[in-house]
């Protein structure tokens, strides 16, 4: 009751404490002073505080089970463990939105405080775009999803949490994703008064790239995590299913990924000036675009809590009004600067970044089209249609090959003009990665030329960067180590799909299935009580041919509050492989269908997407530590 | 005639105009060949002609329909107007139920039989695709 009023209010206050803000602002903005005011500091932090009040009363009356608040009786149980009251604040529409808004003041915040090199009028100017942003996301969750409805007479119980999103994995997953998505609204308010303030050049991109860098750790690590949780907890043993939810995802991080290649560019050679703002200005774009599909009801899925209009609406006028404005500042202020010179020389540096740029804008299109078509085919007439994995595969696999092929030999490249050096070794990581390629998959069996050109370039780019982590030490090692996690990550992926293999059948308790290379055994079920759900773990002994026995024990549950059937998969991880095993009940309880899946390297698809996001992190600290 | 920078950012464009015509051209035609259609019961009742493509029904599972073997599993989906047989010898989702809900993909193999590939997952006890709603109509 109590803790709902001061988190409504402090949002108000919070509100009405911007427009001071922004008031402040452009007064300093307009005076000759030569620092920033300390009241925009003081005004800043007090932003963030109220957001955090705010945040922290919500989850005070998750943890209460306060069911005269709406968002809880929503969302809650009594009976649900502790972890999962707390999390599940954010694990639905309003409290999501309530995390959005505290980071992005969270962001703003410290970018006032580790910005101080930075000339004044541009960091004026920054918070002042940054406000915009955020006054909108604060009358998006007061007016269309206020957190702290008021109900009567109020509920003894609630309606609880989705049992699926009550899981470790999903616990973490919204606050690192947001801080990626949310990380980009700087980006994007950087840029733009940048080119307003025609700042754009070595220095602001030393200084941008930093928050590049963490957008881009957090997002990669947060996509990785809906991943694991898509692999274990929805039962299909993969990891990526293209599905729409999955691909809005993925598109800010192709972006801010050539992003974060260009500015590279631009923090040495002061060109590309308008792509990087451009690739700024789409990323979060991007970013809101997804929140306005996800949380529209556009797209459906896990994350649709609940379908209102009125949300899809607001968001969508909020989002055209920032693409014209940013749109519409760039056009008036860009100037191309002259005094660069602009030598540009094909094999360089430079234009293996450009193509890099290209590559990713191409999966971006082919990402964009897939999710996007089905939408607008809905719009325009009455036709429902679906895009499956295979309309990706087919697009984005072909191009892989010669990407892979750029990102082994463009890093290799000087600025400017390159001669070729160590060719031999190259031609030589070549011939041996061609003829490893060859005997593996002479071996397996397989003689796909398609398979033999992807993995072979996979590892070239694997030996190279190897060579090169071995040979240069710790000279631009985040490249290479971020450039060695990719190959690995394609390799474990290839493989992976390559060598997985899948049994599917309905058993009973007490039978046998027998296949090509081995035996199912299920020994007996039994039941078990837990707090909030009811289950029945499945005892299953699996022999391969070699018979080394395995026993996995599935579980399905069924929670009471609301009621609903999960199941969840017993996977036995090791190094090479993974063997998983997920059951179901039908009907009845007669059969169970099983789904069994030996997933050859699943392990280093997640230690390499780690090591990827490692690579990011030794370069934010390696600028640190220069300094 | 044109100076050397003048030709090399001429060819630049070119290549550039090339492979994105090419690249958006490449996708669009991928797209007419992955694309899965969706249809209701009563929809494929109507039809003239077969779809041999992949395709997507919706509906929900008739009651007291749905029959087991170590094989397969056979249910009858409804729109509450028409129905149609399905066999399908995969996986099945968490919430697939008789009187709930149901998207199946897959082939037809007459007007009256459905072999299915895939059943899709739902996420949510009280979810139910829009497709599915429009198809047994807002009941």
Known sequence: ?627 | MYGKKVKFRFLFLALVLISVILSVFLILQSLKDNVVYFQSPSEIKSLIELDKNKIRIGGLVKEQSIFIDPKEIKFIITDLKNEINVTYSGAVPNLFAEGKGVVAEGFLKDRNYFSATKILAKHDENYMPPEVKEAIGDK
């Open chain 1, 1 to 627: 009751m109590l803790a709902s009023q001061i988190g409504y209010y402090s949002l108000i206050l919070g509100l009405l404490l911007t427009f001071t803000l922004c008031g402040v602002s452009i007064k300093d903005f307009n005076s000759s002073k030569k620092n920033v005011d300390q009241n925009i500091y003081t005004l800043s932090f007090l932003q963030l505080f109220l957001v955090i009040v705010s945040f922290l009363s919500l989850i005070l009356s998750f943890v209460k089970s306060d069911f005269s608040n709406e968002t809880v009786f929503n969302n809650s149980h009594t009976t649900k463990p502790l972890f999962y009251k707390i999390t599940g604040t954010w694990g639905n529409h309003e409290g999501s939105l309530l995390l959005w808004l505290l980071v992005l003041t969270l962001f703003i915040f410290l970018f006032l405080i580790k910005s101080k090199e930075q000339p004044k009028k541009y960091r004026i100017l920054t918070l002042l775009f940054q406000q915009l942003i955020i006054i909108g996301f604060f009358l998006f969750v007061l007016m269309t999803s206020n957190p702290f409805n008021y109900l009567f007479p109020i509920p003894t119980e609630g309606l609880g949490l989705n049992p699926i999103l009550q899981d470790p994995a999903l616990a973490i997953h919204p606050p690192l994703l947001y801080l990626g998505y949310v990380g980009s609204s700087i980006i994007f308010s950087a840029s733009l008064s940048a080119v307003t303030q025609n700042y754009i050049s070595k220095e602001w991109g030393q200084h941008i790239k930093k928050w590049i860098l963490v957008s881009w750790i957090f997002l990669t690590i947060g996509i990785m995590l809906g991943s694991i949780w898509a692999y274990y907890e929805l039962g299909w043993g993969g990891f990526w299913f293209w599905d729409p939810v999955e691909n809005v995802s993925l598109m800010p991080w192709l972006t801010l990924t050539a992003l974060l290649h260009s500015i590279l560019v631009l923090e040495r050679k002061t060109i590309l000036t308008s792509w990087v703002v451009i690739l700024s200005i789409t990323t979060f774009t991007l970013s809101m675009c997804g929140t306005f599909l996800v949380r529209s009801g556009i797209l459906n899925s896990v994350h649709t809590f609940a379908n209102d209009p009125a949300r899809g609406i607001f968001i969508l006028i909020f989002l055209f009004v920032l693409i014209f404005l940013s749109l519409g500042i760039f056009f008036l202020f860009h100037k191309e600067n002259n005094k660069v010179s602009k030598n540009f020389f094909w094999l360089s540096k430079e234009s293996s970044i450009l193509v890099n740029n290209w590559f990713m804008m191409y999966f971006l299109s082919v990402v964009l089209i897939g999710t996007v078509y089905p939408i607008f085919l809905d719009v325009i007439s009455t036709e429902k249609i679906s895009v499956g994995p295979p309309f990706y595969h087919k697009l984005i696999a072909p191009f892989l090959a010669p990407f892979l092929l750029f990102m082994a030999l463009g890093p290799k490249l000087k600025w400017i003009k390159s001669k070729i050096e160590d060719k031999i070794s190259s031609v030589l990581f070549f011939i041996i990665s061609v003829a490893l390629t060859f005997i593996i998959l002479k071996n397996l069996s397989i003689d796909l030329l398609f398979y033999t050109v992807l993995i072979s370039a996979a590892f070239f780019l694997f030996f190279t960067t190897l060579k090169e982590l071995f040979v240069k030490k710790f000279n631009n090692i985040s490249q290479l180590i971020a450039h060695f996690g990719f190959s690995l990550f394609l390799l474990a992926i290839l493989f992976n799909s390559i060598l997985s293999s899948e049994i599917i059948t309905n058993i009973k308790v007490g039978e046998k299935y027998n296949y090509n290379k081995g035996e199912i055994f299920f020994e007996k079920i039994e039941e078990k009580k837990e707090n909030n759900y009811n289950s029945i773990v499945g005892f299953f002994k699996i022999t391969d041919k070699n018979s080394k026995t395995i026993q996995l024990k599935p579980e399905v549950r069924i929670y009471n509050q609301p009621t609903i059937i999960t199941s969840e998969a017993d996977i036995k991880t090791t190094l090479l492989r993974d063997n998983f095993l997920v059951m179901n009940l039908v009907k009845g309880d007669e059969y169970f269908n099983i789904r069994y899946q030996v997933k050859p390297f699943m392990l280093w698809i997640w230690i390499s997407v780690l090591l990827i996001s490692f690579g990011g992190t030794m370069s934010l600290i390696k600028k640190r530590y220069e300094k």
